[in-house]
């Protein structure tokens, strides 16, 4: 302790002496007064209680003095003496400060004369001894330190102490830090292990002063690295230029290729001049190769490669000889509704439309004659070497059925078709490959009405048809079903004479009317007020009743009957034969009564004579 702290602690002390002694004259004492006067301070600690100002006077003189420290300083000191339990420091103050040798575990290489940090916890504990902590003034330290990298972005040191969940422990300072497993690298890493006892660089990214929570990042300080890479490369880069580059990732829809810290897009269709399906059948994962720049945006922050760019166009290779009419062989590499790409060379495709697959003219998909894979042979329709387009066909390797339509199939000629599909008024039927007819809506039957085509064939039936009209020119055939039949309306007109009466079923109902099945698959019509029962009420679907017929129509095919009519029609007979049975009745009564009189008067003329 230096001499003039000695000097002002005496003098302090001096002074307060003076102030507390009491005069040595004996005198009488109140034992209230005693009481009250009495200085408990003193007897309980053994000395005199000093006055708060005159602590504040002492400390104030202190300050600046040599060997003057304060609670919760932080300051360096050095180690004078290492015993088995403990560590004796030196801060140049009044005393020394022991520490726990625990607090240097991390340090087995301690020694005197070691400059350390330390916390004044207390300047006196209750023995008058210096409390000093060195783990306390490390995490101080650290967070000072960490703090400021944060906010000065400078790069610390740290050692990766274990794997978690989600990412890496590192001690930064003495402080655990968590490490992202997303901030360790650019690059996804699989083997978190390989890290684990590592000693490497970070950057401070995210303090939560709250909960005392640091978050650090290895991947920032590749980034920076690698945009100052960037930054360089994209000012040399060039259209056309060939760079060499690493496959970092592959998808479906192209190739991601790391040229030096830029990254690029190949995309699918630049990858092969033949169609493929998926980008790894052409390269794989850190594979070296050489790309070319096919473009890039202002930045140029999205750059567009190209592979197949750097071999030769298959079509430069087409051999010259090949012309259209000439025949040709492929693999069907592409399906589509409306045709199928085939592959005839190794990057040369040809289309074949779905109308050039069949000398049909019915509607059908690609997929009904090839799938993908197929070899077939095809004839070239279109060449256009400039354009490097292709068109085939299929269906000129076979001769045309319509050539001899007329021989084959001449009007009023009978064959048996194959339903293909159906419209609202028709039925298209096939009689062979390429040879499609159709059949109205109204040549289906004689006698059933036909709503809807469905309701009298399926897809796929074979079904007897006769050739109604032939155009050539427009191959167009119209067919009809019913004329393979005889007409049963001839005989119709004879059992359904008008006044004639039938059995019949409701088959349908609707507000006009209903639809009555008479005998024979016959189809009549009743008007809703044709429907009335004897009893008032009115048919309904599915009565069988006695029907009279209308009215009757060969040509439209068309019955008229009433049910109606039958019981009214009775009802006026009856009428007429009870008026025509009364006025008989009538008669015979007159008769009666005149043949009395007659009897009367000659009864009268005999009593007279006698």
């Known amino acids: 302790m230096s001499e003039e702290t000695k000097n002002t602690e005496e003098q302090v002390i001096a002074t307060e002496v003076q102030e507390t002694a009491a005069p040595a004259v004996e005198e009488t004492v109140n034992p209230e007064q005693f009481l009250a006067d009495f200085n408990w301070h003193k007897y309980e600690e053994g000395i005199d209680e ?22 919760r300083d932080v300051i360096e000191g050095t180690v004078i003496r290492i015993t088995d339990r ?7 103050s009044k005393s020394e400060g022991v520490i726990s040798l625990n607090e240097f575990r991390y340090n087995q290489a301690l020694a005197v004369g070691d400059k350390v940090e330390v916390l004044v916890d207390k300047r006196e504990d209750s023995s008058g001894q210096l409390v000093l902590s060195h783990k306390k003034a490390r995490v101080i330290k650290a967070w000072e330190r960490v703090n400021n990298a944060h906010e000065t972005g400078e790069v610390v040191n740290g050692f990766v102490k274990c794997r978690t969940r989600g990412g890496m422990i590192v001690d930064v300072f003495g402080i655990e830090a968590f ?51 960037k930054k360089e490369i994209i000012g040399q880069l060039e259209k056309g230029q ?6 970092k990732n592959i998808t479906s829809y192209g190739v991601f ?16 001049w033949s169609r493929i399906n998926h980008p790894n059948e052409v390269v794989e994962l850190d594979q070296k190769l050489n790309v070319v720049i ?49 592959e005839v060379e190794q990057g040369v495709e040809g289309l074949i439309h779905v ?55 001449p009007v009023g000629s009978t064959h048996t078709g194959t339903v293909r599909n159906y419209t609202n008024f028709g039925v298209f039927v096939e009689l062979e490959e390429g040879i499609d007819g159709l059949v109205y809506i109204s040549d289906l039957s004689w006698t059933k009405k036909v709503k809807h085509p469905s309701d009298f064939v399926t897809v796929g039936q074979q079904l007897e048809v006769q050739v109604l009209e032939l155009d050539v020119e427009n191959r167009k055939l119209n067919l009809g079903h019913k004329q393979t039949q005889e007409n049963p309306w001839d005989e119709h007109e004879a059992t359904f004479a008008i006044g004639s009466k039938h059995e019949g079923t409701i088959k349908d109902k609707n507000d006009k009317g209903a639809t009555v099945t008479l005998a024979g698959d016959v189809e009549g019509f009743a008007p809703t007020r044709f429907l009335d029962k004897e009893d008032g009420s009115k048919l309904g679907k599915g009565d069988t009743a006695e029907f009279v017929v209308l009215e009757f129509s060969k040509e439209y095919r068309r019955v008229v009957v009433s049910h109606t009519s039958i019981f009214r029609e009775q009802e006026k007979r009856n009428v007429k ?24 008067k000659k009864m009268e003329a005999g009593s007279k004579k006698k």
């Open 50 to 71: 000093v006055d708060e100002s005159k602590l504040k006077e002492f400390e104030k003189a202190l300050e600046g003095t040599v060997g003057f420290v304060n609670e």
């Open 86 to 92: 403990d560590a004796i420091i030196d801060i140049n």
């Open 179 to 229: 490490l992202p497993g997303s901030q360790i690298d650019v690059k996804p890493i699989r083997d978190y292990d390989q890290y684990v006892e590592k000693t490497m660089e970070f950057k401070v990214v995210k303090i939560n002063h709250e909960f005392k929570n640091v978050v650090v990042s290895h991947k920032a300080l590749i980034e920076a690295d690698i945009e100052l890479q």
């Open 242 to 247: 060939v760079l060499e580059g690493v496959v």
């Open 257 to 272: 290729v790391d040229l030096g810290g830029v990254d690029g897009l190949v995309h699918i269709t630049d990858l092969s």
């Open 294 to 342: 096919l473009d890039f945006d202002d930045n140029k922050s999205r750059i567009q490669l190209g592979l197949k760019q750097l071999s030769a166009h298959p079509w430069e290779a087409l051999s010259a000889d090949l012309k259209i009419g000439d025949k040709v062989t492929g693999e069907v590499v592409v399906l589509a509704d409306y045709g199928a790409f085939v």
């Open 355 to 409: 109308s050039e697959m069949s000398w049909s003219t019915h509607l059908r998909s690609a997929q009904d004659f090839v799938k993908v894979g197929d070899k077939v042979e095809a004839q070239i329709l279109t060449l256009d070497r400039e354009d490097r387009k292709m068109s085939l066909g299929i269906k000129q390797l076979h001769p045309d059925p319509w050539t001899d339509i007329t021989t084959k199939y």
């Open 577 to 600: 034969a009870a008026v025509k049975k009364a006025a008989e009745a009538e008669k015979t009564t007159l008769g009666d009564i005149g043949g009395l009189a007659d009897l009367k």
